[in-house]
């Protein structure tokens, strides 16, 4: 079953954020990861949504994200990405 990881983000720091860019599209492709969206100004329909980027990744299940998330690899690269932005990063089970 497909899992998905989406995460809301504010970046502070656009040139950080592209140090972690540059290897996440390498570290997706080794676990499978597939990204569907990126968008820099989602439409709120109800609520509030504080954040500048949403970012919604596939993967064919959660041990693949899992795997991916956990893996050395992103923890070197997601450094990056905690120092140029905050913001909170979900994963959600598909059907």
Do not use: K
């Not at 509030?48 to 990744?57: D, H, K, L, S």
């Not at 959660?62 to 923890?75: F, I, K, T, V």
């Not at 913001?87 to 959600?92: I, K, L, S, Y």
């Amino acid at each position: 079953m497909a899992c998905y990881f989406v995460a809301q983000l504010n970046v502070h720091d656009p040139d950080r954020y592209a140090r972690y860019l540059e290897g996440a599209q390498d570290l997706l492709d080794r676990h499978r990861g597939r990204l569907l969206a990126v968008d820099l100004g989602a439409t709120v329909l109800e609520g509030e949504w504080p954040y500048g980027r949403t970012v919604i990744i596939e993967f064919p299940s959660r041990d693949h994200l899992e795997a991916w998330y956990g893996s050395e690899g992103y923890r070197r690269i997601a450094e990056h990405r905690h120092a140029a932005a905050t913001g909170n990063a979900v994963a959600v089970e598909g059907r």
